[in-house]
């Protein structure tokens, strides 16, 4: 129960912190002016989701044309956008913002939240479709933790990243550019690998052996990207606890002097509340991804052979209601799974340990229920022997003489599944 959660905590925590952090910093920042930028920057977050919400539906479609060409161009978009929004913050921030006379261009802020969100969102977006289409044959108790586990880590983000925009708000202008800086770069070197890990899919960039050596660590461990960003992060809580406690100031009452430690302690307990969610979000997405990405070794297969054309499993031997894998070498040396279960009474499961989807990765228990090793759904053991969703993929038996009675031209004619 606990690896199904995590499973599905772990994206939208990602996906929701990865956006929520960078935004509420450039929020922040453009706060502190009154003017219309902060409303255009909420503008472009909404354009933002919109489109990603509606590139995910048309995924789903099967209309949505090349996907890895289209995040390219997004993510170029994003690097350019996020490079020219960082321009302008130096630029304010030398000219004395946020006083009268210094001022951020609309345009230079208004890319930055619809390219960030776009870029995480489609995956967002197709993670959750998971959810409003499930398949027919999922009906077990714990499917709610499935939808539970990903809304719980999209709030979780989405909360961390409120407290980094209280935080970013308590630090001085330039405290706070230096933060943002550190912050974009790392999400600007994340967009910058994935777009030349297209470039050399596509054969665009030429694979030299120095560009490969550099290029696919950083590839494959993208969760490096993601544990940078948190570590930088921190730094917004960090300049506040480094900051002096307040000496009364001439001209101060001892009432006046005690509302300022009364706000500095409140600043304190802020930047502990960034460090608290930060660690937390940390330990999630290092420790509770690892324990969620493991996978159970399947059971050994019990080997079995054809009499006359013909395999018979004793009904007693599968008579518990747990789970039988049964091993068969079809022609052509090709070894194939199949699977066994009582369902109740005189009923009986038999299937490959195969599906349509998910291929032959097989089944395992877990908790008393069938569950597909590759991607975690739980089968209800009533519409095992059926076709469709995650099932194991069934094929014809009989049952005869107290024994399940497979004909091995059955199974030959699935060994395709199983090379």
């Known amino acids: 129960m606990l690896q199904t959660l995590l499973q599905n905590l772990l994206p939208g925590l990602q996906n929701a ?3 929520a952090i960078p935004l509420a910093v450039l929020l922040a920042f453009v706060a502190r002016r009154p003017g219309g930028l902060t409303k255009w920057l909420r503008r472009s977050a909404a354009l933002g989701t919109a489109g990603a919400l509606a590139l995910a539906a048309m995924r789903l479609a099967s209309v949505l044309g ?12 994003a690097i350019v956008a996020e490079a020219l929004m960082l321009v302008y913050l130096w630029r304010s921030y030398k000219g004395g913002y946020p006083d009268e006379g210094t001022n951020i261009p609309v345009w230079a802020v208004l890319s930055v939240p619809a390219a960030l969100i776009l870029a995480k969102g489609l995956d967002f977006f197709l993670f959750a479709g998971r959810f409003v289409m499930p398949a027919a044959d999922v009906v077990w108790p714990g499917y709610a933790l499935q939808p539970g586990g990903f809304l719980a880590g999209t709030a979780l983000g989405l909360l961390a990243g409120l407290a980094v925009f ?16 550190a912050i974009f770069a790392v ?3 994340q967009q910058a690998v994935i777009v030349i890990q297209v470039l050399l899919a596509r054969g665009i960039l030429p694979m030299k052996k120095w560009l490969l ?10 969760n490096w990207f993601f544990c940078a960003l948190l570590a930088v992060t921190l730094a917004l809580p960090a300049f506040l606890f480094l900051r002096r406690r307040p000496a009364p100031a001439p001209g101060l009452n001892p009432a006046q002097y005690r509302k300022l430690l009364a706000a500095v302690r409140r600043q304190m307990r802020w930047g502990a509340v960034v460090i608290a969610s930060i660690s937390l979000v940390f330990g999630l997405a290092t420790v509770g991804k690892a324990y969620a990405d493991q996978k159970p070794e399947l059971s050994p297969a019990v080997p079995v052979v054809a009499q006359k054309g013909e395999i018979a499993i004793s009904l007693d031997s599968v008579a518990d209601g747990r789970l039988h894998r ?16 009582k369902k109740g009474g005189s009923a009986y499961g038999v299937g490959l340990d195969a599906c349509d989807i998910c291929g032959p990765t097989g089944y395992y228990e877990r908790d008393g229920q069938v569950v597909c090793k590759l991607c975690d759904v739980v089968m209800n053991k009533a519409t095992i022997g059926f ?13 005869t003489g107290g024994k399940i009675v497979i004909a091995a031209e059955a ?8 090379r």
């Open 17 to 19: 912190t990865a956006v």
């Open 66 to 77: 090349d996907r890895e060409v289209l995040e390219g161009w997004v993510l170029v978009w």
């Open 166 to 181: 209280r935080v970013a708000s308590m630090v001085s202008v330039r405290e706070l550019v230096r933060g943002a800086t």
């Open 187 to 189: 999400v600007m070197a």
């Open 213 to 222: 050596a550099l290029m696919v660590p950083l590839i494959n461990h993208q």
């Open 326 to 341: 049964y091993s068969y070498t079809a022609s052509g040396g090709t070894v194939m799974r199949f699977i066994i279960i």
């Open 387 to 399: 076709k469709g969703g995650c099932n194991p993929v069934p094929f014809p038996y009989k049952i």
């Open 411 to 418: 199974l030959e004619k699935e060994k395709k599944r199983f």
